[in-house]
């Protein structure tokens, strides 16, 4: 370990790219993240990824889980 740094150049908060992602608040339920957690663990990734991409197949395959709003008429 360096007996100092230099963090003159350094970025506050520069942890990871948000490029094409928003941080948001969500409220799930304990199983949802739980499972969420589970399947992340067994794959290798992070829960928040798991949740992502289960979301995104959802909504490409909308119809399956009938997503969309009824019509009006």
Do not use: H, W
Not at 49 to 69: E, F, G, K
């Amino acid at each position: 370990m360096k007996d100092e740094y230099d963090f003159s150049n350094a970025k506050r908060g520069v942890i990871a790219s948000n490029k094409g992602k928003t941080r948001i608040t969500i409220m799930l339920d304990d199983a949802v993240i739980e499972a969420a957690r589970e399947r992340a663990q067994s794959a290798g990734t992070g829960y928040q990824t798991v949740i992502n991409n289960l979301l995104r197949q959802a909504l490409v395959s909308q119809d399956t889980y009938n997503l969309a709003p009824a019509s009006k008429k």
